[in-house]
């Protein structure tokens, strides 16, 4: 597979989601995926999970069925600033995801931009969700810019434009082309909400192609460039993944 990798997926303990963990690792599996993350919304939606449940992502195998897991969260980026998930509880992951849904109302350009650029400044944000949502406004250069020299990867997303977020695409390849200009490390994600999803790439690969792309700028290309992305912001190593990778 040219992305053996889903960075952004959930389960049923998002309530609007319809797999649970064992059907998203048997789909990883017959997808052919290598790994991917489970991060389901921040407590701050009202159907998402309790803050146990990213607690307890410690019972999950690293490894099952042949798929390296990735326990993690897509948490809300707030009106007040910050995230729904307090520092303690983010430290306790293995990727954290964060971007604007509906618990944070739509602002203007200037103030979206200023809650993003926060959460990126924190040091505890490693992917940024859909950047190229239409209601969420941004000032794309500004972000990237920030991404860029704090590490943090920008996501172009399957589901927009597709499922969710109607009118992204532009966005998407906006962000892309940007991303590909600046240096901005890509993050892929199918932000699949039902486990048939997961893997399907096709609309971030069409992001990629208008935006003139090239697969070294993404880090979804194998398992390996993943942890290294993570462990390069502080993750700690998992050593079961690296010694079933043989990395």
């Known amino acids: ?113 200023e809650l993003m650029l926060g ?17 969420y406004p941004i000032d794309y250069e500004a972000v990237l810019e920030c991404a860029k020299q704090e590490g943090v990867a920008m996501e172009i997303n399957s589901s927009s434009d597709v499922n969710t977020r109607l009118g992204s695409h532009e966005n998407c390849v906006k962000v892309a082309a940007l991303c590909k200009k600046i240096g901005t490390t890509i993050s892929l994600g199918t932000d699949a909400h039902v486990s048939f999803f997961m893997g399907n790439f096709a609309e971030s690969e069409k992001v990629l192609a208008e935006a003139g792309v090239s697969d070294e700028q993404i880090i979804n290309t194998s398992a390996q460039k993943v942890l290294r992305f993570l462990e390069g912001r502080g993750h700690a190593p998992i050593t079961e993944m690296h010694e079933f990778l043989g990395s």
Not at 123 to 135: E, F, K, R
């Open 1 to 113: 597979m040219r992305f053996p990798v889903d960075l952004h997926t959930h389960t049923i303990a998002s309530d609007h989601a319809y797999s649970t963990i064992e059907e998203c690792i048997h789909r990883a599996s017959v997808n052919k995926l290598i790994m991917f993350a489970t991060t389901d919304h921040g407590p701050a939606l009202s159907d998402a999970p309790h803050l146990w449940h990213f607690h307890n992502l410690r019972v999950i195998p690293r490894v099952v069925d042949n798929v390296c897991v990735l326990r993690g969260v897509e948490a809300n980026i707030m009106s007040e600033g910050g995230l729904d998930l307090e520092e303690q509880s983010l430290k306790r992951l293995d990727i954290v995801l964060a971007g604007f849904h509906p618990c944070t109302p739509p602002k203007d350009l200037v103030k979206n931009t």
């Open 119 to 135: 959460v990126i400044k924190s040091g505890l944000v490693d992917v940024i969700s859909h950047p190229g949502a239409p209601n």
